[in-house]
């Protein structure tokens, strides 16, 4: 009994040991492709990482994100990069994510790219501001039934270094309703002029990951990894009327560019248009109101679409976008930045059309 | 029947009469999630022709010269899974390194079908009923085959099936398994040519 145990026990560990062997020795010979350099921006940038990983991975070990939500398993399409030298044919599993256009520019889904010789590369030169912080949770309140304001501490590194209108990538470890860490983007609420913190406005989705995540599990002194920052979504430095435009958590993005334009003085004709349902969904006003009396040229116009009897509302009524039509005037001399939902962004630029504004004058962050 | 065509009839049978897919419904997972591009289902259905070409006559050998030796015949799950895991991986290895094209077409699906049960079930067949060494190997060829012709079948058909009017609740899964129990029942014409047990 005990003999035909250990005979079975000894004839696995002799296969898988044999295949294991076999494996690591295909890995050090097949699989090794050496140390590789990857060129960034025409040699702006050099950097030497071990071949045959993706080159996601690659750039991360060397502390250039790219941003990716979905954590490098091809299922997001954001990591999108040019590959100028080195690149080879398009995998399948690039291929939906890819149109013919940046085909044309050798533009490649970087996680599933993999390194296999010296490659060059082109990316946007703000993502080498990006870095990895650890953080902090100092404060989470609750701005409205569904939106929570999470306050983080920088550590490590202690300052960041962002435009008002950023956004910042969230890491949500590993719980229940997920089994791997996922990343979720979230516009910075907090003035720049903060470098210590960031805050983030999250509204509850439900079944969402993270928002579930930060809703039901995040707790003051917890630990969060964030990375950032990214994007373009930031106040132009013209001389144009500025229109504002947000519903919901889009409020973030808008509230950093209001900090910062009261910090440096800027004193721009803006109107801020935020759209809510019933006054149950507003927040903030009060710190609105500060900045109007702060700023002259600053006025904040809340909109209901349903006020409730007992909102006693006396301010403006109607969908966002009849808001917006009614009052704007001198489009052709005004900029707009939009953040809120696509159909909410979608809607507003066909209006802000309407009375004048340009298009190249239009910029938004729309939530997917 | 004579033993020296045993091979061949078979392999004939494995294809057709006895096609793994389409009589024993195993491997139905890929086959579902990637019969919907003709493209896609020639490169799965060609990696499962080589995988189980291969893998079959390797766990033969397993079987016949570990296993069976010293009385381990039970533990051939396992065995089979970790000898056919390995080699897919090796395989994979290789062709990333030194073929870039046959990487792009049939490599990137060798993960996908590593843990397929229509392979296991091959090698698991090839025990129960006592092939030999050759058999094994022509039986794993026709079984990978008749799973390439049932999934590239399945993939023209789909393709087509975009510009038909499916009720709501039946789209996606629903309807290719109900398309795969005709295809299963259309197979059913040649079992009189031959069996296979």
Known sequence: MIVTLLISIGIISLISVFLAILLV??????????????????????????GGQPLLKALNQEGVFIPSACGGRGSCGMCKVRVVGGGGDYLPTELPWISDEEKEKNVRLSCQFKVKQDVAIVIPEELFLVKEFKTTVESIRDLTHDIKE?????KEPAEISAKAGQYIQFEVPEYELTDERVYRAYSMASSPDDKNHVELEIRLVPNGICTTYVHQHLKEGDEIIINGPYGDFFLRETDKHIIFIAGGSGMAPIKSMLLDMEKKGITRKASYFFGARSKRDLFLLDEMRALEEKMPNFSFIPALSEPQEEDNWDGEVGLITDVVRRMVSEGANSEAYLCGSPGMIDACIKVLDEVGVLPENIFYDKFS | MTDSLMPFAVFFASIFTGNILLTNYLGMCSFLSVSKELKTSTGLGMAVIFVMATTTPLNWIVYQYLLIPYNLEYLRFIVFIIVIAAFVQLTEMTLERYSEPLYQSLGIFLPLITVNCAILGVSLFMVIREYTLLTSFFFGLGSGIGWFIAIIAMAGIRQKLKNAKIPPGLEGPGITLVIAGFMAMA???????IAIS
């Open chain 2, 187 to 193: 197979f059913m014409g040649f079992s009189g040519m």
């Open chain 1, 25 to 50: 020795i295909a890995d050090a010979t097949i699989g090794n492709y050496g140390v590789v350099k990857i060129s960034i921006n025409d040699g702006s940038k050099e950097l030497e990482v071990q």
């Open chain 1, 150 to 154: 999470v306050r983080l501490r920088l």
